[in-house]
């Protein structure tokens, strides 16, 4: 009360609570800091010659030399006039939206699923989920390659026989779309387990009772899911989205692998693609290292709507 903020020892008291509070208001960072100390030592360099080498006119006489020549922002004006990389930027956006979207949708299906059955298909989903996670990308591309093979495929004999068509020495890989629905197809399959997984973990963690107390209240199942368990789930979908944008938007060995070297070309280029021919095939690191920061810029302007939405759910909460 007003007594004691005139007793003789207010002040001091004073200063030690503000103090108190100070300090109970740094510990959240102090925390944090040991991991943005190893992130930026493990990260920090790298970036650093990223962004020094796509300043450089650097190909393979700079490369055995160890030294670039510096030529400011010409990587970048030359990337940026060029059509097939507002070509490729465009496709890779549309494949990222795709392959995000569906990858979101069907894990978030499975892991309701995962919720309803009994104990033992449960186990047993979520082995073959757990098996398809573990297979390494080059492997999984060659099983799905043999499967969609114009002279022996699994898919055109299958769909032959049950007289959807006549698949005999179809073709998968003739046209663009064909080759990246192919592509989206392996992509959404291997991503499933994780999205499905952990979006199963985030349901069993939804209160029951709200539940029950919602269906009590008439709620159908689609307006319960939409109204009380979407909003609970909100933080770890916003996250698996971020993950999602992140991994598909630079994605390279699925693609590259499952098209054929032979058959890639300016026209079913995504980022990750432009990127090796540019950078690698053509051996202008230079430019490489530029489109590598246009890439890192693009993929942080798209995923700061979920990190906002994050930081506001975070504070809702």
Same mark, same amino acid.
């Given at each position: ?34 991991? @943005? ?87 047993? @989903? ?56 192919? @592509? ?126 994050? @930081? ?6």
């Amino acid at each position: 009360g007003a007594a004691a903020e005139t007793a003789p020892g207010w002040p001091r008291r004073r200063r030690r609570l503000t103090a108190r509070r100070a300090a109970g208001d740094s510990v959240p960072y102090l925390l944090v800091l040991p991991v @943005v100390a190893v992130m930026g030592a493990i990260l920090g360099y790298p970036i650093y010659r990223l962004v020094r080498i796509s300043l450089e006119r650097y190909g393979l006489f700079e490369l055995i030399r160890h030294k670039g020549t510096y030529i400011g922002l010409h990587n970048f004006g030359l990337i940026l006039h060029d059509s097939v990389f507002w070509h490729t930027l465009l496709r890779t956006v549309v494949f990222t939206v795709a392959n995000v979207g569906l990858t979101m949708v069907l894990g978030t299906l499975i892991a309701l699923l995962l919720v309803r059955v009994s104990a033992w298909v449960r186990i047993l @989903v979520t082995a073959g989920l757990v098996l398809v996670w573990s297979m390494p990308p080059v492997v999984a591309v060659q099983v799905w390659y043999w499967m969609t093979n114009v002279q022996n495929g699994v898919v055109n004999y299958v769909l032959t026989e049950l007289h959807v068509g006549d698949y005999f020495q179809h073709n998968w890989y003739e046209t663009t779309f064909s080759q990246l629905s192919l @592509v989206t197809a392996l992509i959404v399959w291997g991503a499933l387990p994780f999205v499905a997984i952990t979006v199963y973990a985030a349901l069993s963690q939804v209160p029951r009772e709200l539940i029950e107390a919602a269906e009590i209240d008439g709620a159908r199942s689609w307006r319960v899911f939409r109204d009380v368990t979407v909003p609970i789930i909100t933080p770890v979908l916003l996250i698996l989205t971020s993950l999602s944008i992140l991994w598909d938007f630079g994605v390279f060995t699925q693609p590259y692998l499952l098209i054929g070297q032979a058959h890639v070309h300016p026209g079913n280029y995504l980022m990750g693609i432009y990127l090796f021919e540019e950078g690698y095939v053509k051996s202008d690191f230079g430019r490489g290292a530029a489109i590598s920061i246009l890439m890192l810029v693009m993929v942080a302007a798209m995923s700061v709507v979920y990190v906002r939405r994050m @930081v506001r759910v975070g504070e809702v909460e």
